[in-house]
């Protein structure tokens, strides 16, 4: 059974800092890129950023770009989302996505966490 687990969401305030943690099962972890996906009230899921299985090459939406970091441990199934400098228009829900286009394909989603950013 596939299970992506998200966890580490929460109230921060402005500035603030908070770790997304995403831990994995039912699939072969290092073969997935894995990427943070966010969705505010209102508006469309977004991409937050995506590590590779291969060689951990990361990418990044622009506006996280040198506030947010992905990282993965292979040895414990989980990806990371070390996110920095907050700001109020980073409040949403943020979903973990675990996909593979080659070989026998999939596309798997956690159920999300809130982060909320607000004084």
């Known amino acids: 059974q596939v299970r992506l687990v998200e966890s580490g969401g929460g109230l921060v305030q402005p500035g603030g800092s908070l770790r997304l943690s995403c831990a994995a099962s039912g699939f072969t972890f290092s073969s997935a890129t894995m990427s943070w996906y966010r969705q505010a009230p209102g508006k469309e899921r977004e991409l937050v950023a995506r590590i590779n299985g291969y060689d951990s090459s990361t990418n990044y939406a622009d506006s996280m770009k040198g506030r947010f970091t992905i990282s993965r441990d292979n040895a414990e199934d989980t990806v990371y989302l070390q996110m920095n400098s907050l700001k109020p228009e980073d409040t949403a829900v943020y979903y973990c996505?675990?996909?593979?286009?080659?070989?026998?394909?999939?596309?798997?989603w956690g159920q999300g966490t809130q982060v909320t950013v607000s004084s």
């Open positions: 996505n675990a996909r593979r286009t080659w070989g026998i394909s999939f596309n798997y």
